[in-house]
């Protein structure tokens, strides 16, 4: 083939390729990026460069000047700068500081709050990845290291905490409000990428390795998602009447007036997941020793919700105060701020039926018995980075084809989020969080935060910032719990 061919067929190549990657982006983007995309005209404006704007704008191709190849974290990290961490209280002091007394509980206000043993008994237990560089982060410790902005406009250099959050709504509903990082996260501050909260592997246990399966009552398969006509033939498939709330409607937020209400008191002795996890593994067979999970010094959020005729959903929250996206044609594209995953056990009369676990915007469900377990609990993987979960270790690829984005698990560290909880009840249908039984001290304020638990996307004059194919480097960091439709049907 003559060269001016060759180099017509790989321009042609190259530019269907680009359609291609645009087209499935496209999908993409509206999905995941909608706030973005509607700022999008302001955004571009924000380039000081005239040439900037005008490729961004006609070719879609933003900020190349500020693009990154494929690295290895530790390659464009200068850990040398990291700003120490600062002196500050115990983050996990603010967990015991609401304002509900369970002396002043009435009978049914203790029906409320009841959390089920048998929600602990088949809590999950998570392998967050071997290779992570962002582990399990405290919110209440995350809330210690950023400033609450309006968009871009700094509104308090200090003071945001658990009991006080909400408060934030006050600026436009909240909807408007980021908790945005005071140390630049590509610098990987301490706080952000949190190796203190790596699960700790209990005394005498080896530390799960890739050659060493786990023998937990499992054939090392996913047998299929949830049937529907036999789920809906055993009455759970779908439960409550779908009330959830829209993060778009100002009308959604509650004050702290009307919550935990109740006056301060000391926490109460009530019996602990952490005895009844304990005291369970003490009596499984000896091969599964080895297989507990490790306590994390980042709390789980539990919240548990009555769906009425038997059925309770068990939402597990985990918080990383960062999310590292993932990598498409050695260009990294969706970091953020913030980052809220949770997984799902739906019960029918205490008796587990499925498991949905979340990955990006979407999820998938699968029924109890077709996913892997260790004992009778469920095993669940988080992916490298954007701490997506799966049902198994490997690669998984998702929107575009090919491979060409995709999430990595493995066995690495053996979460145990039972160990260390912070439990919850819910009403969906009067948006009402009762702090559970269990901890009853846990305040609710920050439930209630209507706003970002991470920086606003970087504009386009901020050289950590990019876009190309729609994707940007950087995006707004995630609305919490609340907006996680925990009153969905299924």
Partial sequence: MPPARKLMVAALSAILTFAGILSFSNHLVHKSHTAEILEEATWIESSNSWSARKACGWFGVCGVTHWRSRMHLKDFVN???????????????????????????????????????YVFDYAPLVHLYSGEHFWPGDIADHLEHVTPRLNYTTLQEQGANLTNLDELNDWTGGRYVFLTSEDDPEQVPGWLSAEKNIPKTPEGQEEATQEQPDKAQWDFKVNGEVLDDEARSEGWYEAGDGTTIDPELE?????????????????????HPNENAQSRNAQTPPSDQRLKGGRSDAPAVLVVVDKGDGIVDAFWFYFYSFNLGNVVLNVRFGNHVGDWEHSLVRFQHGKPKAIFFSEHNFGSAYSY??????????????????????????????VLPFGLLHDQTDRGPLWDPALNSHTYTYDYQSDELR????????????????????DKFYPLNDDRQYRFAGQYHYVNGPLGPRFKNLGRKR
């Fill in 369 to 398: 018995e077709a996913v892997e377990k260790i004992g009778k609990r469920p095993v669940l993987y988080s992916a490298v980075g954007t701490h997506a979960m799966y049902a198994t270790p490997g690669t998984h690829t998702y």
């Fill in 251 to 271: 009308s959604t937020t509650k004050t702290s007036a009307k919550h935990d209400h109740h006056r301060r008191s000391n926490p109460t002795e009530t019996d």
């Fill in 435 to 454: 702090s559970s039984d269990v901890t009853p001290q846990a305040p609710t304020q920050w439930f209630y935060f209507s706003g970002h638990w991470g």
């Fill in 79 to 117: 850990y040398e700068k990291q700003r120490p961490l600062q002196t500050i209280k115990d983050p996990h002091a603010g967990w015991s500081e609401g304002k509900s007394n369970p002396a002043d509980w009435s009978d049914d206000e203790r029906v409320m709050r009841k959390v089920p043993q």
